[in-house]
């Protein structure tokens, strides 16, 4: 794994990684369970084409303190699905699934990694009766999915749904 993907699980304050590897993209987006776990004694995972995600694989569990930190409300968001992890085109980022116990609704937040610091680029709370979304998705190759409906950028409400996905555009 590279060294900024490796920073981005430090600074998050996530210190187990699982599996590291690289797959193509569009497998690795297509996914929505635990990534399978790649041989470690290969030594660091660096994606040889554009089309490939360099990946770190974590469990759920272990952003929780990162979610706590970053809201500063312990428990409101506790992870539901496996996180994101990952580098892209030299770009990386973090997607985290959560229940919002506050709201009683499912939350995904995207976060990019830039030499500025960390920024949301992403976030879109959801039930079976309503989405609502605030995205900032433009200059990323990213889209979220949300009933076969690809948005980048805007904040609105949409149907309900339930499953979002953070998708290649």
């Known amino acids: ?35 399978e776990v790649v041989d470690e004694s290969q030594g ?8 490939e995600v360099a990946y ?26 496996p996180p994101k992890i990952f580098d892209y085109q030299g770009q990386q980022y973090m997607v ?8 009683n609704k499912n939350q995904m937040m995207a976060f990019q990694y830039t030499d500025a610091g960390r920024k949301m680029i ?12 605030n995205l900032n998705l433009a200059g990323t190759p990213f889209a979220v999915d949300v009933n076969g409906q690809l948005l980048t950028s805007g ?6 749904t339930n499953d979002v996905d953070f998708v290649l555009a």
């Not at 985290?96 to 709201?103: L, M, T």
């Open 96 to 103: 985290i699934w959560a229940q919002d116990n506050k709201q």
């Open 56 to 81: 770190a694989t974590v469990e759920p569990s272990s952003v929780q303190s990162f979610l706590d930190a970053s809201f500063g409300d312990a428990g409101r968001y506790v992870p539901n699905r």
């Open 155 to 160: 904040q609105s409400q949409a149907a309900g």
């Open 122 to 133: 992403a976030s879109v709370g959801y039930t079976g009766d309503k989405t609502d979304y």
């Open 44 to 51: 660091d995972a660096e994606p040889t084409s554009p089309q």
């Open 1 to 35: 794994m590279n060294n900024l993907l490796r920073n981005v699980l430090v600074g998050a304050g996530i210190a187990t990684v699982g599996a590291i590897g690289t797959k193509a993209a569009v497998d690795y987006f297509k996914n929505r369970g635990e990534e």
